[in-house]
């Protein structure tokens, strides 16, 4: 009886953080739209972009045209995509309508500067969206259309079909408001948005993969253990000339750390074959949990 009635809290508190999640997010959402973006005749990409554009044609409330072009991708999305991933859509599709054409429509729009104008609108539009991502939601429009058109075409890459599903509603946006310039605020916009939003879901889980290839690899991998604090995994190499076998270093290290590990690897070996790469995700042992990813 205890285990149900925890099991009901935790779900309740789950459903709770979830609305909270999409109220704070949807609601820097709709300010990006309404207050920066769409008075200045910008069109920042996706749904969105396109309810702009439709909204400066006829007249018809962003939020609403915005619901109703959703409403055909979420039929699509609950036969293809799954009952729970269009229900959580659908409900933070529900509360950004609201929030733009109830809500926020009330602040006074900013028009100004354009480039302030596309710049502080990608900021809180990424804001927003990362807010309602991090509860494993989304709120609808291209992201949508492109699980469905991936679907179809899976060789091409997700990013890649929102890189062209949002290039088609900006050269939209260049036609129906005839500037050229609309269409280059509305790129300043969408970028300012995915760096915004990339920080927030993913820079507390980014960091550096480092490889190093070294005659000294025990050293090296002391330091790291005791400097660093970080894991090390030892892999055994042999080199493609010389046929000898080498001991190649394995690590994962936090981007504030990875020039602390360079400095000790060329005090070390200043000879060290050194390969590094971005790391978007690093979960696990002395970064985030998996368990984060789950849910």
């Not at 790469?277 to 696990?284: K, P, S, V």
Request: glycine letters at 12%; one cysteine or more; aromatic letters at 8%.
């Amino acid at each position: 009886m205890a285990e149900e009635r925890t099991g009901r809290n935790r779900r309740l508190w789950t459903i709770l953080a979830d609305i909270a999640f999409d109220i704070a997010g949807c609601g820097l959402l709709a300010i990006g739209i309404q207050v920066f973006t769409a008075p200045n005749n910008i069109a920042p990409g996706g749904v969105s972009g396109i309810a702009v554009i439709l909204n400066h044609l006829t007249g018809l409330p962003i939020g609403g045209i915005s619901f109703l072009i959703n409403l055909p991708l979420m039929a699509l999305g609950l036969r293809f995509l799954g009952k729970r991933f269009t229900l959580r859509t659908f409900k933070s599709v529900v509360i950004l309508s609201l929030m733009v054409d109830y809500v926020v429509v009330h602040l006074p729009a900013y028009r100004g500067d354009l480039i302030l104008a596309s710049l502080f609108g990608g900021v809180t539009m990424g804001a927003g969206l990362a807010l309602v991502f991090l509860r494993g939601s989304t709120t609808g429009g291209t992201d949508i259309a492109s699980r469905l058109l991936q679907l179809k075409f899976p060789h091409i890459s997700m990013g890649r079909m929102l890189f062209f599903l949002d290039g088609a509603v900006l050269a939209l946006s260049a036609v129906v408001f005839g500037s050229l310039e609309t269409l280059l605020y509305g790129m300043v916009a969408i970028f300012c948005s995915q760096q915004v939003m990339d920080g927030i879901l993913y820079g507390r889980e980014s960091g550096r993969m480092v490889v190093v290839v070294s005659e000294r690899a025990q050293s090296i991998t002391q330091r790291i253990l005791i400097e660093l604090d970080r894991g090390v995994t030892l892999l055994e190499g042999r080199g493609g000339y010389s046929s000898h076998p080498k001991e190649v270093i394995l690590c994962a290290v936090s981007s504030q750390q990875f020039p602390r590990l360079r400095e000790i690897i060329h005090q070390e070996d200043p000879e060290a074959f050194v390969i590094h790469a971005d790391a978007r995700q690093i979960l696990g042992d002395g970064f985030l949990p998996i368990q984060r990813e789950q849910g």
